[in-house]
């Protein structure tokens, strides 16, 4: 009973506590990133029979890979092409940016974190650890992309978070759905570090145009 409540509530609703925590209340981005992380090591250590990891090196297609990882790799394209409409308009990126501690080399060791560590304790936890059989929606997909609005919000306005939203939610379903199929993780790492990587070089972008 305790571990299905811990799987099924306290797992899913961790990064929303680390983001509000991180975020609203230190304006740090680092401290979100940390705690998130933090909390994802505590449960997958504490959970040590159900062994994602081993999933980590399996699953490895070529095609599929080259498949997903141009199609998340397009969301950065996607970022700079939008961006003039949906971000806010009171502050340029690269001080959203520094509001939240990342500037100068901060931001760099950020960016190098992100798109390396990130990716792969999200897909070990996310499409690892609370993967279910099931091939429809799950719960754990809805609070995957939910709690990127938490952090959508510091950036673009509102309406657009809701588009974000669902995005995401897809992105989720869809790296779930191929790890099953792949039987591993090995393919959606790949094509979350692709996303990742075309996030940070499109913020990066803009960052030095002034967030235009």
């Not at 997958?44 to 141009?70: D, E, F, K, Q, T």
Request: hydrophobic share 55%; aromatic share 12%.
């Amino acid at each position: 009973m305790r571990a299905c409540v811990q799987r099924s509530i306290i797992a899913p609703a961790l990064p929303f506590a680390a983001i509000l925590l991180g975020l609203y209340l230190l304006h740090n981005a680092w401290a979100a990133i940390l705690l998130y992380h933090l909390g994802m090591v505590l449960i997958l250590a504490l959970n040590r029979h159900a062994n994602p990891l081993g999933a980590v090196r399996s699953g490895w297609n070529p095609g599929a890979a080259a498949i997903a990882g141009v199609m998340c790799a397009a969301s950065g394209l996607l970022f700079l092409l939008l961006w003039r409409t949906v971000s806010l308009d009171h502050m340029g990126l690269r001080t959203s940016l520094g509001d939240l501690g990342l500037s100068g080399t901060s931001w760099w060791v950020f960016s190098a974190y992100y798109v390396t560590v990130h990716p792969l304790l999200e897909e070990v936890y996310w499409r690892g650890y609370l993967a279910s059989g099931s091939r429809g929606p799950t719960w754990p997909d809805f609070t995957f992309a939910g709690y990127h609005v938490l952090v959508l919000v510091f950036f673009i306005k509102f309406p657009w978070t809701l588009a974000a939203f669902v995005a995401l939610f897809t992105a989720a379903w869809s790296w779930r759905l191929l790890a099953m199929k792949r039987r591993g993780l090995a393919v959606p790492i790949l094509s979350h570090v692709a996303a990742d990587l075309s996030i940070v070089l499109a913020a990066e972008h803009l960052a030095r145009r002034g967030g235009l």
